[in-house]
């Protein structure tokens, strides 16, 4: 098993020769809203992907958490492949 924090809650997860990708945020800092009100409010995503988004795009399974923006987004959805079997994990 290997298993690579991307960012926030993305994950990248390696289980017996399979590819998980788990919350896929995949926007450019800054695409996005505050979590936060006040001074210290600052867009979303707050950091750049440690990789190439293309290095994301081939995953077996990928997983969302629950349905808020910063755990599945619009670029994920987009540039994912539809093929892709998504699991739900509603908690």
Same mark, same amino acid.
């Given at each position: 098993? #290997? *298993?690579? *924090? @991307?960012?926030? $809650?993305?994950?990248? !997860?390696? !289980?017996?020769?399979? %590819? /998980?990708? /788990? ?10 809203? %505050? *979590?936060?009100?006040?001074?210290? $409010?600052?867009?979303?995503?707050? $950091?750049? *992907? ?10 077996? /399974? /990928?997983?969302?958490? =629950? %349905? =808020?923006?910063?755990?599945?987004? %619009?670029?994920? @959805? $987009?540039?994912?492949? #539809? ?7 509603? !908690?």
């Amino acid at each position: 098993m #290997k *298993l690579r *924090l @991307i960012r926030h $809650a993305t994950l990248q !997860l390696e !289980l017996a020769g399979r %590819s /998980i990708l /788990i919350d896929p945020l995949l926007a450019e800092p800054g695409e996005y809203r %505050s *979590l936060t009100l006040g001074a210290t $409010a600052s867009r979303n995503p707050t $950091a750049p *992907l440690p990789c190439l988004v293309e290095d994301l795009l081939h995953p077996d /399974i /990928i997983v969302a958490t =629950h %349905s =808020h923006f910063d755990h599945f987004d %619009s670029v994920a @959805i $987009a540039r994912l492949p #539809k093929q892709t079997p998504l699991m739900q994990a509603m !908690l």
